[in-house]
C-alpha cells in the first residue's frame, strides 16, 4: 500500500494547494497606491492626455482600480468632468471622430511603466467591451498587475 503523502489524491491536493499559494502570492504582489500620494498623482496626470483626446477637456477620475508592481502599472478608470459632473459621449471629440456610440461608456483603461523615474503611459483603451489588455506581449510585461487576464 503507498505511502498515503504518495497517493494520487494527495498529490492534487499538494498541487492544487501550490497553485492557490501562487495565486494568491501573485494577486499580492501589486500595491495601490494611496490617495494624495504623489505616485497618484503622477499615474493620473500620465493617462489624461489621452482621457481628455477621446473625452474633451476637463476630465477627472473615480479610481476602480489601480495597480503598482515594480516598474509596472494598471488602472481602471471612470472619467467625469470636475466635481462629479456627467461626460454628454455624445458631444466629445471620440463621437465627433466617429460617431455616436449609445453603447460607449467613460470608461479608461490604461498601463504604465516607470520610465526614467517617472510613469508613461504605455497603453490606453477607452469603453472596452471586453477587458484589455491580454495579449500574450503585455502579459509578458504587465502580469503582475493583470493576475485576472494573465
Same mark, same amino acid.
Given at each position: ?16 494547494l501550490a497553485?492557490?499559494l ?11 497606491? !494611496?490617495?494624495?500620494?504623489?505616485e497618484?498623482k503622477?499615474?493620473?496626470?500620465? @493617462? ?8 474633451? !477637456?476637463? @476630465?477627472?477620475f @473615480? ?7 515594480g ?8 472619467a ?6 456627467r ?10 471622430r ?11 483603461y ?7 523615474g ?9 469603453s ?5 489588455f491580454?495579449?500574450p ?6 502580469g503582475? @498587475?493583470l493576475?485576472?487576464?494573465?
Amino acid at each position: 500500500m503507498p505511502h498515503p503523502s504518495r497517493s494520487p489524491l494527495a498529490q492534487i491536493t499538494r498541487i492544487a494547494l501550490a497553485c492557490s499559494l501562487a495565486g494568491t502570492a501573485m494577486a499580492q504582489s501589486y500595491h495601490e497606491p !494611496a490617495r494624495g500620494s504623489a505616485e497618484r498623482k503622477e499615474l493620473m496626470a500620465a @493617462v489624461r492626455p489621452f482621457a481628455e483626446s477621446v473625452l474633451g !477637456a476637463p @476630465v477627472e477620475f @473615480v479610481v476602480r482600480d489601480l495597480r503598482v508592481a515594480g516598474d509596472v502599472g494598471y488602472a481602471a478608470l471612470d472619467a467625469q468632468r470636475p466635481g462629479g459632473g456627467r461626460i454628454d459621449l455624445a458631444t466629445t471629440p471620440h463621437s465627433r471622430r466617429y460617431g455616436h456610440d449609445p453603447n460607449l461608456y467613460p470608461g479608461i483603461y490604461a498601463l504604465y511603466q516607470k520610465q526614467n523615474g517617472h510613469w508613461q503611459l504605455t497603453g490606453s483603451d477607452f469603453s472596452p467591451f471586453e477587458p484589455p489588455f491580454m495579449s500574450p506581449q503585455e502579459c509578458a510585461v504587465y502580469g503582475a @498587475v493583470l493576475v485576472e487576464w494573465c
